[in-house]
């Protein structure tokens, strides 16, 4: 399991996937971080961590840091039952991160391959995007089509889609 910034970056340039680091101060939402990346090129991500109302799915929602997610219409769109967030337990036995450092690339943690992965068309489409490397006190620049890329070498795919927002 990759757990550390250290692990997550070594991972990445193993598998010769270009990012650039920025260290920071922890922070614990998508606002704090925007502080610190502030002029850093690349979008911000924003990371939902769902799951199902029987608790047996895990969905994995991965949009720009400005999109409020309209969880009902997206729960409509995926076909499940009501979405709700997952809890810090869930989190962490399922990708191995705390809240607040939540991401995409924790998806290679999914040692069980019961989490279903989505990224925002917008996202997927930008050139660079921001995310944590699996804990909250760095963020990469990465392009978007690296990600799925590095995640595929992992035997897990990313389904890109228009995730529903609120206005």
């Known amino acids: 399991m990759i757990r550390t910034t ?3 970056c070594v991972s990445l340039s ?13 922070v614990a939402t ?3 971080a925007a502080l610190h990346m502030r002029g850093v090129p690349g979008m911000g ?7 199902n109302k029987k ?13 409020r997610v309209d969880l009902r ?4 769109l995926l076909g499940v039952g009501r979405l709700s967030f997952a809890s810090a337990d869930r989190l962490e ?3 191995g991160v705390q809240p607040g450092a939540v991401t995409i690339l924790a998806l290679v943690n999914d040692s069980d391959g019961l989490v279903t992965a989505f990224m925002d068309r917008a996202l997927a489409e930008a050139p660079l995007m921001q995310c944590h490397p699996m804990e909250n ?3 990469v620049v990465i392009r978007p089509a690296d990600v799925m890329s590095y995640l595929g070498r992992h035997g897990k795919g990313v389904t890109v889609i228009d995730v529903p927002a609120l206005p």
């Not at 991500?45 to 799951?51: I, S």
């Not at 219409?73 to 409509?76: D, G, K, R």
């Open 93 to 95: 036995r399922q990708l």
């Open 30 to 32: 998508c606002e704090e």
């Open 6 to 8: 250290e692990e997550a």
């Open 45 to 51: 991500a924003k990371n939902l961590f769902l799951r």
């Open 137 to 139: 006190t760095a963020s």
């Open 55 to 67: 608790g047996d799915r895990y969905f994995l929602v991965t949009v720009g840091e400005e999109i």
């Open 73 to 76: 219409s997206l729960s409509e």
């Open 14 to 26: 193993e598998h010769s996937i270009e990012f650039q680091r920025y260290d920071h101060p922890p």
